[in-house]
T-cell receptor, first 111, second 114 residues
Framework: SQQGEEDPQALSIQEGENATMNCSYK?????LQWYRQNSGRGLVHLIL?????REKHSGRLRVTLDTSKKSSSLLITASRAADTASYFC???????????FGKGTLLTVNP | DAMVIQNPRYQVTQFGKPVTLSCSQT?????MYWYQQKSSQAPKLLFH???????NEADTPDNFQSRRPNTSFCFLDIRSPGLGDAAMYLC?????????????FGPGTRLLVL
């Protein structure tokens, strides 16, 4: 498996603003997943984008995938204080069962 | 409706005293995972079960063991906890293995070693 690297490490915005975080990876993938972790809690699956997809939406979330650049971005629109969390990407390739998480992006949304 | 349950949420143990963390699931998933997450770090996979088949990660210390007596339950045993084992321990499940599978996480057990 390969580890995604999230960027930036930390992001602080005001409520109502959009938040964008990025993920880079090294080798080809079949799909890429994004997860959220609220402080002191488990991870929650947000969205999976397949390698043949370029963009995917889920509510206020928009995920893009650029396989030529080996990168993905997660956009949260109209952020809320409840969006404050760490966000992790997990690139998935081949038959490997493992999800290998990076250190994540810590998003703080200030009221 | 809780799907992956971890007990206890907080566990305090003494240096060297064996401790067991538990995880149960109502999803009837084949796969159960245990992760260790230290402060401000990525969750690190320790091992997983596919049904009764145990799969240990190469760098998981021998101090960490696991049991899965049935589909619903999985336990993490730390035989002789050291100060460095203080962490959040996350249990997760998935229907099958493979990178396309969504993992469902429990709320975690925070372990403190005194």
């Amino acid at each position: 498996s390969q580890q995604g690297e999230e960027d930036p490490q930390a992001l602080s915005i005001q409520e109502g603003e959009n938040a964008t975080m990025n993920c880079s990876y090294k080798t080809s993938i079949n799909n890429l997943q994004w997860y959220r972790q609220n402080s002191g809690r488990g991870l929650v699956h947000l969205i999976l984008i397949r390698s043949n997809e370029r963009e995917k939406h889920s509510g206020r979330l928009r995920v893009t995938l650029d396989t030529s650049k080996k990168s993905s971005s997660l956009l949260i629109t109209a952020s809320r204080a409840a969006d404050t969390a760490s966000y992790f990407c997990a690139p998935g390739g081949g038959s490997n069962y493992k999800l290998t998480f990076g250190k994540g992006t810590l998003l703080t949304v200030n009221p | 409706d809780a799907m992956v349950i971890q007990n206890p949420r907080y566990q305090v143990t003494q240096f060297g005293k064996p401790v067991t963390l538990s995880c149960s699931q109502t999803l009837n998933h084949n796969v159960m995972y245990w992760y260790q997450q230290k402060s401000s770090q990525a969750p690190k996979l320790l091992f997983h079960y596919y049904d009764k088949d145990f799969n240990n990660e190469a760098d998981t210390p021998d101090n960490f063991q696991s049991r899965r007596p049935n589909t619903s339950f999985c336990f993490l045993d730390i035989r002789s906890p050291g100060l460095g084992d203080a962490a959040m321990y996350l249990c997760a499940t998935s229907r099958e293995t493979g990178p396309q599978e969504t993992q469902y996480f429990g709320p975690g057990t925070r372990l403190l070693v005194l």
